[in-house]
């Protein structure tokens, strides 16, 4: 039986997305966004616990990101976890987990962009996933 690799959040991004581009001049964006939940503990009083998720966009979709997302913007993505590894420049092994994205969606008031200017809402489709060749520490 084949297995299941679905992630579907909505969140505020903590800082506008970084873009780079690899040497093929595929276009990768990197951002975080927070997701909070909130309940009442046994007497009563508000709790919150707030969660910060890794997202990597590549293609069109990186391209996207970097042009109409900035720190603060609510968005929807939808994706799959991926955890990749590399050594560090002492040979130490290190170990990312991050979202994938494979759809965004801009969340907010109709026309509204991170950069200021009013126009519509892209729609950012599927995109696949080129082949990144890491350096010793992740951007």
Same mark, same amino acid.
């Given at each position: 039986?084949?297995?299941? #690799?679905?992630?579907?959040?909505?969140? #505020?991004?903590? =800082?506008?997305?970084?873009?780079? @581009?690899?040497?093929?001049?595929?276009?990768?964006?990197? &951002?975080?966004?927070?997701?909070?939940? *909130?309940? =009442?503990? =046994?007497?009563?009083?508000? *709790?919150?616990? +707030?969660?910060?998720? #890794?997202?990597?966009? &590549?293609?069109?979709?990186?391209?996207?990101?970097?042009? @109409?997302?900035?720190?603060?913007? *609510?968005?929807?993505?939808?994706?799959?976890?991926? +955890?990749?590894?590399?050594?560090?420049?002492?040979? #130490?092994? =290190? @170990?990312? +987990?991050?979202?994938?994205?494979?759809?965004?969606?801009?969340?907010?008031?109709?026309?509204?962009?991170?950069?200021?200017?009013?126009?519509? /809402?892209?729609?950012?489709? /599927?995109?696949?996933?080129?082949?990144?060749?890491?350096?010793?520490?992740? &951007?």
């Amino acid at each position: 039986m084949a297995g299941l #690799n679905k992630v579907m959040l909505i969140g #505020n991004l903590g =800082k506008d997305p970084e873009i780079k @581009y690899t040497p093929e001049g595929v276009a990768i964006a990197k &951002f975080s966004i927070a997701t909070s939940e *909130q309940w =009442k503990d =046994k007497d009563g009083q508000k *709790q919150e616990k +707030t969660e910060w998720h #890794n997202i990597v966009a &590549f293609r069109k979709l990186a391209e996207i990101c970097g042009e @109409y997302l900035a720190k603060g913007k *609510q968005i929807y993505i939808e994706g799959r976890i991926q +955890t990749r590894s590399w050594d560090d420049k002492d040979g #130490n092994k =290190k @170990y990312m +987990t991050e979202i994938v994205a494979d759809r965004m969606q801009m969340l907010g008031r109709a026309g509204e962009t991170a950069k200021g200017s009013a126009g519509p /809402s892209p729609d950012a489709g /599927s995109v696949s996933e080129p082949t990144v060749i890491e350096e010793d520490v992740p &951007f």
